[in-house]
Structures are given as structure tokens and as C-alpha cells.
């Protein structure tokens, strides 16, 4: 079992900026990508930003330009850079790994989510 810490949400004016970090811990061995998504009310989950093993990075389109994900100093440790964040950015962030247990490559673990809210 794969276990993600989430943390660096919070309150944050428009324009600001916050430090999203997630660390994976458990059966490490087993994690490949990781990434962060987010959920606000109402809405369906969308992908913020990922990266690869290998540190290759993809971003959404809502984020691109603003938001950095990177690959830290523990192998399954990752932040997301949030920058000149907007109302818009208003969600619950979820950290995901990305694995291949069971034979198929897939977002099989989550964090339980840290929330971002940004106001005027």
C-alpha cells in the first residue's frame, strides 16, 4: 500500500502564491508518476500537473504558465509551485501516484487532499 502526505494549502489573496508538497511512503516501489489534481464544488476532478519518473512534467491547461511541478529531493517526493493563483484555483488539491499494479498503467493511489482558496 501506497501512502501520500499532502500538505501547503491554505488561504491566499489573488495573486499570491503557495507550495503544494506530497510525499509518497509505503510500497514505493511500485510508483511511477505523480501528479496533482484538483476538485471544486460542483465541478468534475481535473489534472493540474504531472510528472514522469524521469521528471518529465505536463501541466493543464488552466495552470500552464503559472503553476511548476517538480521532483524533489526524495525520489517519490514532489511540489507544485502555485503562482499568481486566481479565484478560479479554488479547489481541493489531491496528490495521485501513478502505478502499474494489476497489469495496467493508472492513477491508483490518492491522498486524502489539501485545500486551496484563493481570495480577493
Known amino acids: 500500500q501506497v501512502h501520500l502526505s499532502e500538505s501547503g494549502g491554505g488561504l491566499v489573496q489573488t495573486g499570491g502564491s503557495l507550495r503544494l508538497s506530497c510525499a509518497a511512503s509505503?510500497?514505493?516501489?511500485?510508483?511511477?508518476?505523480m501528479g496533482w489534481f484538483r476538485q471544486a464544488p460542483g465541478k468534475e476532478r481535473e489534472e493540474v500537473a504531472t510528472?514522469?519518473?524521469?521528471?518529465?512534467?505536463s501541466y493543464g491547461d488552466a495552470v500552464k504558465g503559472r503553476f511548476t511541478i517538480s521532483r524533489v529531493n526524495a525520489l517519490y517526493t514532489i511540489h507544485l509551485e502555485m503562482n499568481n493563483l486566481q479565484p478560479e484555483d479554488t479547489a481541493v488539491y489531491y496528490c495521485?501516484?501513478?502505478?502499474?499494479?494489476?497489469?495496467?498503467?493508472?492513477?491508483?493511489?490518492w491522498g486524502q487532499g489539501t485545500r486551496v482558496t484563493v481570495s480577493s
Open positions: 509505503g510500497n514505493t516501489h511500485s510508483v511511477y508518476g
Open positions: 495521485a501516484a501513478e502505478t502499474a499494479d494489476g497489469g495496467y498503467w493508472h492513477w491508483g493511489h
Open positions: 510528472i514522469s519518473c524521469s521528471g518529465q512534467p
